[in-house]
């Protein structure tokens, strides 16, 4: 197969970090640097999926990686609707405010780190409603990702329903993030989140003790939207300096192939994306710079 140009459409080169995006077509005309870029072999195994660990009694859906035999450029991206707006009236507060309510407690209560104590989850709820604590609302949203069944689900979807106003399904977990994003300043979590996340997210994998460690002090993003993959950590393999070879023999591509296209130091590479799509990340050495490449 004759080669096929390729040509250059981002280059993003911070530091050690360089990504650029190039499209493969038609055209006739020669690519803009004499250099060959090298592409990496599709001798490279997409990874094993590791099994997620079971939570709250019952597995955890996954969601299996793109297959390799996927060709040609990927389907235009489908329009998302805007977040739903924020309720037009403010969740009324109690008519008697009770003392010795704790919002952190209370959100121990709900889910205290990966065990489940129904009656007292299901009293902590309406405790939530009689109080109005609007500040479980992202507790809540993360209680929906790891409730396996439907009906601890319905009762924490029922819950934020009546916090928020929003109208949400108990399976529409995506819709409920995408919604708070923009609206969480309303919305703050109590007190003591960022320790409650840390243990929830340890019984999934340990190493998040030491990755989150201090994180409620240190973090410049937003503790509620980091958010569980999925998988344990590591349980999708990077590609590591995988194998290259000159772009006329890479014979496996189609002519619309994308591919990544990175140049740093004279030294070109094209990272097909249907071999990079399985791994989500590539840690690399290019031009004599280590690079790591994410999708």
Request: with cysteine.
């Given at each position: 197969m004759a080669p096929c140009p390729i040509r250059l459409a981002v280059v993003?080169?911070?530091?050690?970090?360089?990504?650029?995006?190039?499209?493969?077509?038609?055209?006739?005309?020669?690519?803009?640097?004499?250099?060959?870029?090298?592409?990496?072999?599709?001798?490279?195994?997409?990874?094993?999926?590791?099994?997620?660990?079971?939570?709250?009694?019952?597995?955890?859906?996954?969601?299996?990686?793109?297959?390799?035999?996927?060709?040609?450029?990927?389907?235009?991206?489908?329009?998302?609707?805007?977040?739903?707006?924020?309720?037009?009236?403010?969740?009324?507060?109690?008519?008697?405010?009770?003392?010795?309510?704790?919002?952190?407690?209370?959100?121990?209560?709900?889910?205290?780190?990966?065990?489940?104590?129904?009656?007292?989850?299901?009293?902590?709820?309406?405790?939530?409603?009689?109080?109005?604590?609007?500040?479980?609302v992202p507790v809540l949203i993360e209680a929906l990702r790891f409730y396996f069944d439907a009906e601890r689900q319905e009762l924490a979807a029922s819950a934020l329903r009546s916090l928020t106003g929003q109208d949400f399904d108990r399976r529409e977990w995506d819709k409920w993030m995408e919604w708070y994003g923009p609206n969480r300043e309303f919305f703050r979590p109590p007190d003591g989140y960022a320790a409650w996340k840390t243990n929830l997210l340890s019984g999934i994998d340990e190493d998040y003790i030491d990755l989150l460690a201090d994180a409620g002090e240190t973090s410049r993003i937003d503790l509620t939207e980091v958010t569980w993959g999925g998988v344990v950590i590591d349980g999708i393999p990077d590609l590591q300096n995988p194998d290259v070879l000159p772009a006329d023999e890479a014979r496996y591509l189609l002519s619309r192939d994308r591919v990544f296209g990175v140049s740093i130091n004279g030294e070109h590479r094209a990272y097909p994306l249907r071999i990079t799509n399985p791994h989500e990340m590539v840690n690399d050495v290019l031009g004599g710079e280590p690079i790591a490449l994410a999708w």
């Amino acid at each position: 197969m004759a080669p096929c140009p390729i040509r250059l459409a981002v280059v993003l080169a911070v530091a050690a970090f360089a990504v650029a995006a190039y499209g493969c077509g038609g055209e006739t005309t020669a690519p803009p640097s004499p250099t060959v870029p090298a592409v990496q072999t599709a001798a490279v195994a997409p990874p094993a999926p590791t099994a997620p660990p079971t939570l709250g009694g019952s597995p955890a859906p996954t969601v299996p990686p793109a297959p390799t035999s996927a060709v040609g450029p990927a389907a235009s991206p489908a329009s998302v609707a805007p977040p739903a707006p924020l309720a037009t009236t403010a969740p009324s507060p109690p008519a008697s405010p009770d003392p010795s309510y704790d919002p952190t407690a209370t959100m121990y209560r709900l889910f205290p780190e990966l065990g489940y104590n129904k009656p007292d989850a299901e009293q902590a709820l309406a405790d939530i409603l009689r109080e109005r604590d609007t500040s479980q609302v992202p507790v809540l949203i993360e209680a929906l990702r790891f409730y396996f069944d439907a009906e601890r689900q319905e009762l924490a979807a029922s819950a934020l329903r009546s916090l928020t106003g929003q109208d949400f399904d108990r399976r529409e977990w995506d819709k409920w993030m995408e919604w708070y994003g923009p609206n969480r300043e309303f919305f703050r979590p109590p007190d003591g989140y960022a320790a409650w996340k840390t243990n929830l997210l340890s019984g999934i994998d340990e190493d998040y003790i030491d990755l989150l460690a201090d994180a409620g002090e240190t973090s410049r993003i937003d503790l509620t939207e980091v958010t569980w993959g999925g998988v344990v950590i590591d349980g999708i393999p990077d590609l590591q300096n995988p194998d290259v070879l000159p772009a006329d023999e890479a014979r496996y591509l189609l002519s619309r192939d994308r591919v990544f296209g990175v140049s740093i130091n004279g030294e070109h590479r094209a990272y097909p994306l249907r071999i990079t799509n399985p791994h989500e990340m590539v840690n690399d050495v290019l031009g004599g710079e280590p690079i790591a490449l994410a999708w």
